[in-house]
C-alpha cells in the first residue's frame, strides 16, 4: 500500500524567508503527486500536482514542487514567505489507474512569523 | 459554480446515537470521494463513488458506517451506532473524472465529535 512521509508537523518561518515542505513517497512506481492546502475553517485547495511531463511544477500563491524519482519526493518550496501562507499543508499521491483515491501524508502545519 | 458543500459543519452526538453526515459535489461530477481525519492523524480515503454505484469502499471502517448516493447526486454518510473512535472531521470530494488529471475540489467538512 501506499504511503507518504511528510517530515515536520509543524514548520515555522520568518516571513520573506525560504519555505520548503518536505514529501517522500513509498511506490516503486510514480505516482500522481500533489500539494493541498487548507486555511482555517476552510476545505483543502489544490496547490499543485504532477502528473507526467516537466518534473518542476508550479502552482498557485508562488508554490512550486520538483518530483525527483530517484528520491521518491515531491518537495514543496516558496522562495519568499507570506503571512497569508500560514496554513496546513498536505501531501497526497494517487496510483496511477486506481480510481484516483488519495493518500495523504499527515501534515505540515506552517507558521509565518514576522 | 458552487463548490462541494457539507452539512452540518459541526455534529456533537453521544456514543451510541446515529448521525448523518450530507454532501452535495460540484453539479455535474460523476466522482465523489469521502475521506476522514481522525486528530493528530493523516486524511484518510473511505469510500469512492461513480455516478450511484460504489466504486471502492475498501476505505470503510466497519459496518457501522453507511455511504448512499441515491439518483447519482448527493451522498449521505450515516454512523450507527456511533463511537468515540469516530470523532474526526469528515470530508467530501468530487471530480470530473477518475483520472489524476482531474482535481478533486473538497468541501470544507464535518466536525464530528462523539462524546
Known amino acids: 500500500a501506499q504511503s507518504v512521509t511528510q517530515l515536520g508537523s509543524h514548520v515555522s518561518v520568518s516571513e520573506g524567508a525560504l519555505v520548503l515542505l518536505r514529501c517522500n513517497y513509498s511506490?516503486?512506481?510514480?505516482?500522481?503527486l500533489f500539494w493541498y492546502v487548507q486555511y482555517p475553517n476552510q476545505g483543502l485547495q489544490l496547490l499543485l500536482k504532477y502528473t507526467t511531463g516537466a518534473t518542476l511544477v508550479k502552482g498557485i500563491n508562488g508554490f512550486e514542487a520538483e518530483f525527483k524519482k530517484s528520491e521518491t519526493s515531491f518537495h514543496l518550496t516558496k522562495p519568499s514567505a507570506h503571512m497569508s501562507d500560514a496554513a496546513e499543508y498536505f501531501c497526497?499521491?494517487?496510483?496511477?489507474?486506481?480510481?484516483?483515491?488519495?493518500?495523504f501524508g499527515t501534515g505540515t502545519q506552517l507558521k509565518v512569523e514576522l | 459554480e458552487a463548490g462541494v458543500t457539507q452539512f452540518p459543519s459541526h455534529s456533537v452526538i453521544e456514543k451510541g446515537q446515529t448521525v448523518t453526515l450530507r454532501c452535495d459535489p460540484i453539479?455535474?461530477?460523476?466522482?465523489l470521494y469521502w475521506y476522514r481525519r481522525v486528530m493528530g492523524k493523516e486524511i484518510k480515503f473511505l469510500l469512492h463513488f461513480v455516478k450511484e454505484s460504489k466504486q471502492d469502499e475498501s476505505g470503510m471502517p466497519n459496518n457501522r458506517f453507511l455511504a448512499e448516493r441515491t439518483g447519482g447526486t448527493y451522498s449521505t454518510l450515516k454512523v450507527q451506532p456511533a463511537e468515540l473512535e469516530d470523532s474526526g472531521v469528515y470530508f467530501c470530494a468530487s471530480s470530473q473524472d477518475v483520472s489524476g488529471y482531474y482535481e478533486q475540489y473538497f468541501g470544507p467538512g464535518t466536525r464530528l465529535t462523539v462524546t
Open positions: 453539479s455535474g461530477h460523476d466522482n
Open positions: 511506490s516503486s512506481v510514480p505516482p500522481y
Open positions: 497526497a499521491v494517487s496510483d496511477r489507474g486506481g480510481g484516483n483515491k488519495l493518500t
